[in-house]
């Protein structure tokens, strides 16, 4: 077992052979500048490490199932580009170090958040290493943004979509892709109900898991500025807006 907890290091390419051990922790920070990454039934934690994929001008990939659980805490790209060949999950911090730097996700990205610590991207103008103004740095491919929140309290939320895609739906995202109290993927999502639609047929015709016909009214409402109210959203199947905040009664996941 080799641990790195305090420390630089760097190598070129990097084997973990079955049996072998590589934890990197702490302030510990792995740089590797080859292109042959492999793990062979070893184990390569790097949970609580950093991570910097140095191949500068030459372009390398972060093979599936590399390192433990697919987490690494913080993620340095610093090469022509660099490509993911499965699921990676970040838990703190994406960064770039140099110019012109390509992510390229093939849609195995994501950004985790617990109740610990939620991930997110770093400045891609500022080069992480040395603070240097930097350009030309971009991230190709799909990225699955996670955003914890407390089921121990039910409460109203001000909550918005992080990106400007506009390709994704309440439903789709803050849903799970789920209706009528469905819970496709336990332990994420959250239920949203609405007092439109008439019954319970048209409420999820609308998207909404169920009409829930009190005063509160829907569980998702949008501001209105022009005469000081909340409306109702009126469905969930549309695109996010840029720039909108929804607030959003939240009970816990959808298996509330």
């Known amino acids: ?3 790195l907890s305090t420390n630089n290091a760097t190598c070129n390419n990097i084997t973990i052979q079955s049996g072998a051990s590589l934890i990197v922790s702490g302030s510990g920070k792995l740089s590797i500048y080859g292109t042959n990454i492999t793990n062979t039934s070893g184990t390569f934690n790097a949970t609580d490490g950093t991570i910097e994929m140095a191949g500068n001008t030459t372009a390398q990939s972060i093979p599936a199932n590399l390192f433990v659980g697919n987490n690494v805490k913080n ?100 849903m799970e892709g789920g209706s009528s109290n469905s819970n496709p993927n336990p332990g994420y999502g959250i239920q949203t109900t609405t007092n439109l639609g008439g019954t319970l047929t048209g409420a999820r015709a609308l998207g909404f898991d169920t009409l829930y016909n009190t005063t509160g009214g829907s569980s998702i409402k949008t501001y209105n500025s022009q005469n000081d109210t909340w409306s109702a959203l009126p469905n969930t199947t549309s695109n996010f807006q840029r720039g909108q905040a929804y607030m959003t009664f939240i009970r816990g996941d959808r298996s509330v």
């Open 1 to 3: 077992m080799y641990a």
């Open 75 to 174: 993620l340095i790209i610093n090469s022509v580009a660099d490509t993911l060949k499965g699921t990676l999950n970040v838990l703190s911090k994406l960064s770039f170090a140099g110019s012109n730097r390509k992510f390229i996700t093939n849609d195995n990205l994501v950004l985790k958040s617990d109740s610990a610590m939620t991930a997110s991207v770093d400045n891609i103008e500022v080069d992480v290493n040395t603070g240097a103004v930097v350009s030309g740095n971009t991230i190709t491919g799909k990225v699955s943004v996670e955003r914890y929140i407390s089921g121990a309290k039910k409460a109203w939320r001000l909550l918005s979509s992080p990106t400007v895609h506009l390709v994704q739906t309440i439903q789709q995202s803050w």
